[in-house]
């Protein structure tokens, strides 16, 4: 098939997936009938500003599904490499900490770990827990290589049920 009739075949596709009536659902209520909140099934994910840690730009995220978090970090390239910089990267092993807390409450815990950094993006998992409705966690996440100290990053997540 050449290229033009690729494009057309593609075209008349769109036009038919486009133009399929989408059923309508009748949204009617009455005045009398109480109308309760929709409920949150689905999960939330929260991630504080990045930060360069060793060389890397880093962040912590949250997961907010009802009344359980899951706190992590991740790691990933803080830009293009510079001209003239070898590629690939030589791998660097990191010292990661992860930590979090409700908001004027409990430790939820706290990860230390290693991991080697290549050049695709490292997921840091460390922390589920589950947090009472209304309360605020606070994460940090901090990176450290051989020759660089930390620059903790974090996030301040509301849990709303």
């Not at 109308?35 to 990045?50: I, M, R």
């Not at 589950?130 to 020759?147: D, L």
Request: contains cysteine; aromatic residues 4%; glycine residues 12%.
């Amino acid at each position: 098939m050449n290229r033009i009739a690729r494009i057309t075949a593609g075209a008349a596709g769109a036009v038919a997936l486009f133009a399929t009536p989408v059923p309508a659902f009748a949204a009617t209520q009455t005045a009398a009938a109480p109308v309760a909140a929709p409920a949150a099934t689905g999960t939330v994910t929260t991630c504080g500003w990045s930060g360069l840690q060793a060389g890397l730009s880093t962040k912590v995220c949250a997961d907010v599904t009802g009344d359980s978090v899951v706190l992590y970090g991740q790691i990933g390239l803080a830009g293009p490499p510079s001209p003239g910089t070898p590629w690939p990267p030589a791998p660097q092993e990191l010292l990661t900490r992860l930590s979090a807390d409700v908001a004027g409450g409990n430790s939820l815990g706290a990860v230390n770990g290693r991991t080697v950094f290549t050049v695709s993006t490292v997921r840091v998992d460390g922390i589920t827990a589950t947090v009472p409705c209304g309360s605020t966690v606070h994460a940090s996440f901090s990176v450290e290589a051989m020759w660089r100290g930390p620059a903790p990053v974090t996030v301040d997540v509301p849990v709303v049920c």
